[in-house]
């Protein structure tokens, strides 16, 4: 038991070395509130994490109807006991004062507390309003990653075919469109191929733009487990910021930001040339080799270096790892997904894998990395534009198949285009044709770029804005209804982390005041509305998580994410279980594509492809003609160059992104003591050599101004790469003083004042990575430190970053990181 260590300075715990091959030992991670001993816990509930992508399994100690701590599960196969710090700390926010307990209503301009019925009704009168004056697209939903997948099915099958309308999509756009596109593009299907066993395999581990140590925490223990057993695997870290993860690789390429497709390039192109290709993998399973081939081949580790900024001799130490590996496990994450190029580079790691036939096999694997907890299910359900089950909605027989299952005509289910991607829906309220956004578990006033124009939009005189939070926050401070949700540990539900591992969290305690699970309030939306099949039947016919479940259990059956083999109990029994679980494979599958490609035949993909520069979509023909087997398909891209490059009035390159001890804005993390003591203020990192330039340092307050808007914060100088800044984007306005929100002046705390209006062309994910900005000073810092953590990529720069912190973590450190900086590559 890891319970007395301050997992908040130590964040990875201690160490158990873990041997090739072998499998993970457990190791239980608890925490209790104070005063509370093992003994007096009354039950223990079974649950998952819900504060990242990992699904780590714990249990909630329950005690007089109270949550007062949690317990790494020892069984499970994700976490074998493990938890991270927001794991561990997280759920405190359940018992927040503050949580919403009534539903709210907009009278005469201000939010009061008023009942369920007077709350639903005005949703219902505004619905029925809309839909009789302009039809079904005058309303959009906007939903989340962090609801169960009860919920998203039900919420699917309410917009689509209940009010039909188009425009249903998730906050999974900022955060995993790029994943799921990727494997669309390269295995005509979303399904994540790896496993998370894989790192107990592999040789090589490849980690592309992805923090693993601060953002699945304890897959990075695994790691560093293994760092410590027999026959450790080698890391490649491609991040332009002294992470945790960089620390520990082997090789470190630090690129210019949103150069990933020349670097990819140049590694594909020193794999073909040295020939360390699988020929007969690529015979036998893909298309397009010939192309990629040709496309790479003045792709030179020395033309990428003038591009990335990286060393030409780093390039290539990284392809001969990556060309020697015999298991090489890749994961993918915001640094490359949040880009202008996101999916082209994304697909080029599935690239090097299918050129090097690392698919399908213990250790060799990709991890398409998704971020929320419950952004799988999202994708899988049809709440992020897409039709539930993976079906494609240009397949007319997909189609009717839904419609089928649904007992609907296939007119019901709009398919005319492709969904609506979420900022396409928020052009559309700006323009004035979507009149009704009802936004569940997202915090859009705070995590969409370009706030100022977020906040224009959600004030918008005729937008009538529901949202569905635990929480008052940004966002439901413009809204005309405010539903009080319960949230995990309130209520029952499942989910799916990114390796396809299922988890069952039960209701532990419940919700405070009249409070209700977003199940019950979609629910009770569809009765109502009294939506109808088409023999006039409820349209939704189920009543609890459940039966909700059993009902999504046949929308999947027979398509990649067949659920048909799992059941309640079985979850409950069993734990984590990997879909596709079905009679061929009762006990979950490990790997996809362990017999070649499944998913790609043009009957059964789930997408006929894009275009990756343009984003314009193929038909069914083409596709065809393309990949009539159904083969992985190999997509060569050029590399092209991030749309707002550094200037004289925005000479720095600006990146957004995470803390280990914070989860998006905050509104569960900033009510957990222990993690907002932990990181409790925004602030800006910057490169020693640009302070030094720029004459600032360390705890300087600065001001961040790009050509949207302005944000301020503290300066924390660390060895990020020169020319870039770094600002978290955790920090909204709910916990600033009141009047001190953002200012046309001096601007705000959010990074998001900042970026851009902007997305990859086949996603539709936002660029929150690629942005430019200026920086200037506001106060000095009179021997103030940042707020910022030192256990992580946001430590000082300098002989500070040597210091171990316990355990010795960095002893490897300095040797394995390159620090010589191409400062005449016009890094600005
Ligand atoms: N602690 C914590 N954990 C989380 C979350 C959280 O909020 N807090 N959120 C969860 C969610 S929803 C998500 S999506 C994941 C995100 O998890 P990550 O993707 O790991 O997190 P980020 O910090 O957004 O970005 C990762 C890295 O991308 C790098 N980067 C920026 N620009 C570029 C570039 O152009 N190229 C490359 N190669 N790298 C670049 C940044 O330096 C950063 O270290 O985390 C999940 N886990
Ligand atoms: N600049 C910048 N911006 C980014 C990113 C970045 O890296 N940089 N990352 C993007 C990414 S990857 C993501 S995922 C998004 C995240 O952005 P958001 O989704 O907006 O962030 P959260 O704070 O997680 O918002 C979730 C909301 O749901 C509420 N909630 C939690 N549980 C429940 C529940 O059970 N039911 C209901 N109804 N509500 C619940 C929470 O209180 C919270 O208000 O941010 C994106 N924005
Ligand atoms: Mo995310």
Known sequence: MESSIDRIGDPWGSRVPHGRHKSWAARVDTFLSEGVEPAMVQEWVQAASILHS????????????RMVGVRGRATDRVNRGRLGPKDLFGWQANNSPDRLTRPLVRENGRLVESDWDTAMGRVVTRSHDLLDAHGPGALGFYTSGQLFLEEYYTLAILARAGIGTNHLDGNTRLCTSTAAEALKESFGCDGQPGSYDDVDHADVIALFGHNMAETQPVQWMRILDRLEGSEPPRLLCVDPRPTRVARRAAVHLAPRIGTNVALLNALLHEIIRTDRVDHGYIEKNTVGYEKLAADVKDCTPGWAADICDVPAARICEAAELLGTADALLSTVLQGFYQSHQATAAAVQVNNLHLIRGMLGRPGAGVLQMNGQPTAQNTRECGANGDLPGFRNWQNDAHVAELAQVWNVEPSTIPHFAPPTHAMQMFRYAEQGSIRMMWISGTNPAVSLPDLARVRSILAKEGLFVVTQDLFLTET????????????????????????????????????????????????DYAARMDFRDKDGGPLVSWQDPESAFEAWKRCSEGRPCDYSGLTYTKLREVGGIQWPVNQQAPGGTERLYTEGISWARPDLCESYSKDLVTGAADDASA????????????????????????????????????????????????????????????????????????????????????????????????????????????????????????????????ANETTITDWDPASKQPLFKTAAAAITLVERSDGRQAPAPTTT???????????PTVGGLDAHASQARDTTWNLSGGNR
């Not at 949700?485 to 005041?513: M, S």
């Open 476 to 523: 439901a401070q413009f809204a005309d209804v405010v539903l009080p949700a319960a949230t995990w540990g309130e209520k029952t539900g499942t989910f799916t982390n990114a390796d396809r591992t299922v988890h069952l969290t039960d209701k532990a305690v419940d919700p405070p005041g009249e409070a209700r699970p977003d199940l019950d309030i979609f629910l």
């Open 623 to 750: 596709y065809r003609s393309r990949n009539p087997d159904g083969k992985a398909m190999i997509k060569a891209v050029g590399y092209v160059p991030a749309h707002e490059q550094p200037n004289a009035q925005s000479p720095f390159q600006l990146t957004t992104g995470r803390t280990l001890y914070h989860f998006h804005t905050r509104t569960k993390t900033g009510r957990a003591p222990q993690l907002n003591k932990a990181a409790p203020e925004v602030w800006v990192e910057i490169s020693a050599v640009d302070a030094i330039a720029q004459g600032l340092t360390e705890g300087d307050l600065v001001e961040v101004r790009s050509p949207r808007g302005a944000l301020r914060g503290r300066l924390r100088v660390t060895d990020i790469r020169p020319g870039l800044l770094f600002v978290p984007f955790h920090y909204g306005y709910w916990d600033t003083p009141a009047g001190s929100g953002p200012n046309a002046t001096t601007g705000g705390r959010a």
């Open 54 to 65: 990992d699904g780590d399994a714990m249990d909630i100690a329950v005690m007089d109807g």
């Open 793 to 803: 990529a946001s430590a000082p720069a300098g002989p500070a970053r040597l210091q």
